[in-house]
């Protein structure tokens, strides 16, 4: 017989696992706020070059991150059955996954003509794009390589270390990025482009500490994990998370590119638009920190329940985390539509920029709802192993309605610029919510 949770019961149980992810995601977050926050002093033209070249690098990262993830469903099921051994295999061949996914990854941030050819930029601009894209490319193996940590970490219930492996990064980026944006002593001035070594630099950093952890914390000694290079790639293995992780990246891919192409296209409009874009694309890449830690959370328990057998379990807590993640967007969404001129005046003193990211933050309080239930119901239908239909879902809402539609009403005849773009990426991310959310009811109803 299993016993009935209650909703607090549940919110108990998620909140330990979402509050190391929401601090270690907020950190990760405050990469591209330092970025934006010292691109606005030093102008509109670098602040442009920024959201351009970090769209580049989140559209390849993210996918490619997707599919490393695959480790944490698979690894959470393996926990919950307390196959330890069996989850460190997992995450020594996700970290296989991660060198051979940083080969194309690394080809594209070093040559991204074609973001810039899709931006429309001038060569001076598309010059500043590579400044910021190719160090970059020295980023990416670090962030694949923490990514399969991450996702192992948090499957086992350790979301406290992959925070403190975060926190370490941020503390390394602020510094870096100060002098070598702006210049100290003998270190030139580099603008956007110490952005991306300040990121390739912080981000080697954190994957070395994370290694360092891996050998001294006695938690990972169970799972007997090896260094990587005393393995080898195990085809199975690997062939078992590429079938998960393909669509899921694919999801997550299709979900970022869903608004930063949006930051290609309203570069065609000019320096200002598009700076305004970056603000706001900025402040609810933060506010969606919280729905990713609590989707996070939900995942992971929901993977282990299912490990365990316990399908009551796991289907009581997707529909707890699915309530929780409503009531927390709604209430934040508030906050910063109510308190949007203060909130801007924190990112930049030019009177046309903060004009034009100002009608973008009345949409954010919906599209942040739409985010944060369409993120909650992909992480529990990952839980279990359910990944292919999402993502066509994702294709048709955010890229046809989100991207499609946008471009239709904010070039058409009666052209609404970004804000036309904002309109159709939330009534993308409302609809998707709403189709993952049905999805996701049938699962359960299949799973009692």
């Known amino acids: 017989m299993t016993s009935r949770i209650r909703f607090i019961d549940s919110v108990r149980r998620l909140v330990p696992q979402a509050w190391p992810a929401l601090v270690g995601q907020l950190a990760v977050m405050m990469f591209s706020t330092v970025d934006t926050l010292m691109m606005g002093r030093v102008g509109p033209h670098d602040l442009a070059a920024l959201a351009v070249g970090s769209a580049a690098y989140v559209s390849i990262f993210v996918g490619l991150m997707g599919v490393v993830l695959a480790v944490g469903p698979i ?44 931006a429309q930029l001038d060569a001076a601009q598309a010059d500043k794009v590579r400044a910021y894209t190719r160090p970059e490319a020295f980023a990416l193996p670090a962030a694949l390589l923490f990514t399969a940590f991450r996702g192992f970490s948090t499957a086992v219930s350790r979301p406290k270390a992959v925070m403190a492996m975060q926190l370490t990064g941020l503390a390394a980026k602020v510094p870096l990025n100060a002098v070598l944006v702006f210049g100290w002593g003998p270190i030139p001035a580099m603008g956007v482009g110490g952005c991306g070594w300040a990121t390739a630099i912080a981000m080697t950093a954190q994957a070395l500490v994370a290694l360092v952890l891996l050998r001294r914390d006695a938690f990972y000694r169970p799972f007997r994990i090896p260094f990587l290079w005393q393995t080898r790639p195990h085809g199975p293995d690997l062939l078992g998370l590429v079938r998960l992780g393909l669509p899921m990246g694919g999801s997550i891919l299709v979900e970022v590119t869903g608004f930063t192409f949006m930051a290609f296209f309203i570069a065609r409009l000019g320096a200002t638009p598009v700076a305004g874009h970056q603000i706001a694309v900025n402040l609810v890449a933060m506010m969606f920190m919280t729905a990713l830690a609590l989707a996070t959370a939900a995942g992971t328990l929901v993977a282990q329940h299912l490990g365990a057998g316990q399908k009551h379990e796991a289907r009581t807590v997707g529909r707890h985390a699915m309530a929780l993640a409503t009531l927390v967007a709604a209430a934040l969404g508030a906050v910063v539509a109510l308190a949007r001129e203060p909130i801007i005046a924190l990112y930049t003193s030019n009177p046309e920029a903060a004009a034009a990211a100002l009608p973008l933050l009345v949409w954010v309080w919906f599209f942040h709802l739409g985010d944060a239930l369409q993120t909650v119901a992909a992480y529990v239908l990952r839980a279990y192993q359910v990944a292919t239909l999402p993502m066509v879902i994702y294709v048709v809402a955010l890229w046809g309605l989100g991207i499609g539609g946008g471009y239709v009403i904010a070039f058409g005849a009666n052209g609404n610029g970004a804000v036309g773009f904002w309109q159709a990426a939330t009534a993308g991310l409302l609809a998707a919510a709403l189709l993952l959310s049905l999805l996701l009811r049938k699962v359960f109803d299949e799973n009692r």
Do not use: E, H, K
């Open 75 to 118: 690894a959470g099921r393996q926990f919950g059955a307390d196959d330890l051994p069996g989850s460190g295999r997992s995450f020594v061949q996700a970290q296989w996954l991660a060198v051979l996914l940083c080969v194309p990854g690394c080809l594209m941030l070093w040559f991204p003509d074609p973001f810039i050819w899709l």
